[in-house]
């Protein structure tokens, strides 16, 4: 999915650690070979072509069979 990306911000950096599988207005579906726990919290940056937002999510579920999990990331809150 060319021109989309989902990037953890940690103070002045940003870490590439997804791959996105979707983008919805509530929920971002990643892949990653990290695991997060369910209910943490994470500061990131969405690109989406043009549109860059940076935003909290909380890590919802993780789906899917064991050798292709998706992570779901609930947006909590939204900034410019």
Avoid: C, N, Y
């Avoid at 207005?25 to 690109?47: A, C, N, Q, T, Y």
């Amino acid at each position: 999915m060319s021109g989309r990306a989902v990037l953890v911000l940690d103070g002045t950096a940003s870490h590439e650690v997804f791959e996105v599988v979707s983008l919805d207005e509530d929920v971002v579906r990643v892949r990653s070979p990290m695991w997060f726990e369910i209910g943490e919290e994470l500061h990131v940056r969405i690109e989406d072509g043009d549109k860059v937002t940076e935003t909290q999510v909380r890590v919802r579920a993780h789906v899917g069979t064991a050798d292709a999990k998706v992570t779901e990331l609930e947006r909590i809150e939204r900034a410019g």
